[in-house]
C-alpha cells in the first residue's frame, strides 16, 4: 500500500489549517455564516477521515474501519460540496460589493476574491474529479490512494495560502504585493509537492499523479490570467446576487450524483454464467 506515513502529512496539514483559519473562523465561530460552517466542518471532518484512512489502510485488524468509512465518505462528500458551492457564492457576494465588509475585507475582495473565485471553482471541480476518481478506482489501490491523498493538496492551498503573506505583512509590505507573493509561493508549493509524488510514483501511479500536477498548474495559471478577461468579473459578481439556497442544493445534488456513479462504477462486475459454470466444472 502507498503512502503509508500519510496520516502524519495530514494531521500536519490539520495543524496548520487550524492556525491558517483561526483569525477569521475559528476564533470567532459562533459569529461565522451558515456556509463557513457548512464548509469549514466538512472540510475538517474530511481531513480527519484521510488521517483515519491512510493509518486503517496499512494495518490489517483495521481494514474493515477502513472500508466503512470508505462508504461513510460517500454521504460526507456530497456535504463537503455543498460547503464548497457555498463558499463560492459567498466570495462572489463579498467581491460585488454588496457586503458590509470593513476596509479591510473590502480591500481584499476587490483586489482577489474574483480571482480566487476562478480558482475554488476549479478547485471544487477537480476535487470532484479526484474523489470519483478514488472509489471508482477503490480495488487499484495506487490509484485509489493517489487521487484521494490529492484531495488534500487541494486543501493545502488556502490554509497555506493564509500563512505565507504573514512575513511579508510583517516585513511592511503592502497588502496587494505582500498577498500575492505569498499566494504565488503557495501555489508553487502545491505543484512541486504534486510533482515530487508523481516523480516517485511507481508505474501504477504515475498517471494519477501526473493528472494532478496538471490540475494544480491549471489553478495557477488561471489565478494569473483572470485579470486579462474583463467578462469574468461581471458574470462572477452575477453569481452573488442569486440566492445561497440553490447553490446548497447544487453542490449536494452533484455530490450525491457523484457517489452514486463511482460506487457503482466500482463493483466488481459479476462473472457471466458461462464463467461461472467454468469455474464450478
Same mark, same amino acid.
Given at each position: 500500500?502507498?503512502y ?8 500536519? !496539514?490539520?495543524a496548520?489549517? @487550524? ?6 473562523y475559528?476564533?470567532? #465561530?459562533t ?6 460552517h ?6 475538517f471532518?474530511?481531513?480527519l477521515l484521510l488521517v483515519?484512512?491512510s493509518?486503517?489502510?496499512h494495518? $490489517?485488524s483495521?481494514?474493515?474501519l477502513?472500508?466503512? *468509512?470508505?462508504?461513510a465518505?460517500l454521504f ?8 464548497s458551492?457555498?463558499?463560492i457564492?459567498s466570495m462572489?457576494w463579498k ?7 470593513p476596509?479591510? =475585507?473590502y ?5 482577489? =476574491? ?5 480558482y475554488?471553482?476549479i478547485g471544487?471541480?477537480? %476535487?470532484? %474529479? %479526484?474523489?470519483g476518481?478514488?472509489? $471508482?478506482?477503490?480495488r487499484k489501490v495506487?490509484?485509489?490512494?493517489r487521487?484521494l491523498?490529492a +484531495?488534500?493538496?487541494l *486543501?493545502? =492551498?488556502?490554509?497555506?495560502g493564509?500563512?505565507?503573506p504573514?512575513?511579508?505583512f510583517?516585513?511592511?509590505w503592502? %497588502?496587494?504585493p505582500? #498577498?500575492e507573493?505569498? !499566494?504565488?509561493i503557495t501555489?508553487? @508549493?502545491?505543484?512541486l ?5 508523481w516523480?516517485?510514483?511507481?508505474i ?10 496538471g ?8 489565478f494569473? *490570467?483572470?485579470? *486579462? #478577461?474583463?467578462?469574468w468579473r461581471?458574470a462572477?459578481e452575477?453569481? =452573488?446576487a442569486?440566492s445561497p439556497?440553490?447553490?446548497a442544493?447544487a ?7 457523484i457517489s452514486w456513479w463511482?460506487w457503482n462504477?466500482g463493483k466488481?462486475?459479476a ?7 467454468v469455474? +464450478?466444472?
Open positions: 500500500m502507498p503509508k506515513h500519510a496520516y502524519i502529512w495530514m494531521i500536519s !496539514l490539520i496548520l489549517s @487550524i492556525f491558517a483559519f483561526w483569525r477569521f475559528l476564533g470567532v #465561530f459569529e461565522a455564516s451558515a456556509s463557513y457548512i464548509h469549514g466542518l466538512s472540510a471532518a474530511w481531513m483515519a484512512q493509518w486503517s489502510a494495518r $490489517k483495521w481494514l474493515p477502513h472500508r466503512k *468509512l470508505g462508504a465518505s460526507l462528500f456530497p456535504i463537503f460540496m455543498a460547503g458551492f457555498l463558499i457564492h462572489a467581491t460585488s460589493g454588496a457586503a458590509n465588509l476596509a479591510e =475585507g480591500l481584499f475582495y476587490d483586489l482577489m =476574491g474574483a480571482r480566487l473565485g476562478i475554488d471553482i471544487s471541480a477537480a %476535487f470532484a %474529479f %479526484f474523489y476518481q478514488a472509489i $471508482k478506482e477503490r495506487h490509484i485509489h490512494a487521487y491523498i +484531495t488534500s493538496l *486543501l493545502l =492551498g488556502p490554509a497555506l493564509r500563512v505565507m504573514i512575513p511579508f510583517a516585513a511592511g503592502d %497588502f496587494g505582500a #498577498f507573493t505569498g !499566494l504565488r501555489l508553487a @508549493i502545491s505543484v509537492i504534486a510533482a515530487s509524488l516523480k516517485m510514483a511507481p501504477q501511479g504515475k498517471q494519477p499523479m501526473k493528472v494532478v500536477v490540475v494544480l498548474a491549471v489553478q495557477w495559471i488561471a494569473e *490570467l483572470a485579470p *486579462l #478577461f474583463s467578462a461581471p462572477y452575477a453569481l =452573488g442569486l439556497i440553490p447553490f442544493i453542490g449536494l445534488a452533484v455530490g450525491a450524483i463511482a462504477a466488481r462486475k462473472a457471466s454464467p458461462a464463467a461461472r459454470q469455474a +464450478t466444472a
